[in-house]
């Protein structure tokens, strides 16, 4: 959800944000994977997250990272690995047949933005994407489903 909340912020960046990051009411800071600088508001919703955990002895603001003198990349990546396994459990138990993964939260921010109706270069912006280009090439890849969907209505009116 923290993820959603942040307009769809990967999981690299969430485990690197540091304390330092969120002052006067937002959060700031650069893409992993471009280098762009985003700014995203601080709400009472992600406020709520991260008050569920206990304060941590490290730099980072989210629970992802929480040792000093850990190797940074080690951590992020087993942490990566074990909540993508708990989601495939809470896929199993929930009974929903969806492949649930950490950039599940990216893909429905941007198909929520999409279905609002919100312009193409705002949901770049809100991902990150170095080009508009780049974010049809994404919702492009998110819109099967819609269309399947479309063919069903339509192959049941045939009959």
Known sequence: ?????LR???FIDMAFLKKSDLRNGSVTYRRHKTGQLLVIAWTDEM????D???????????????KRG???????????????RSLKKVAERAGIDVHLTLYVARHS????????????SVI??????????T????????DTSLVDNANSLILESLK
Do not use: C
Request: hydrophobic residues 40%.
């Open 47 to 50: 406020q709520l997250i991260l």
């Open 135 to 142: 974010t049809q090439i994404y919702l492009a890849s998110l």
């Open 109 to 120: 921010w941007a198909s929520a933005a999409k279905a609002k109706g919100i312009p193409l």
């Open 8 to 10: 769809g912020m990967s």
């Open 52 to 66: 569920k955990y206990p304060e941590n002895g490290s730099d980072y603001l989210l629970p992802i990272i929480r």
């Open 70 to 84: 850990t190797v940074e990349l080690y951590a992020y990546r087993n942490a990566g690995y074990n909540i993508n």
């Open 1 to 5: 959800m923290m993820s959603f909340y």
């Open 124 to 133: 770049s912006e809100g991902l990150g994407h170095d080009s508009e280009a």
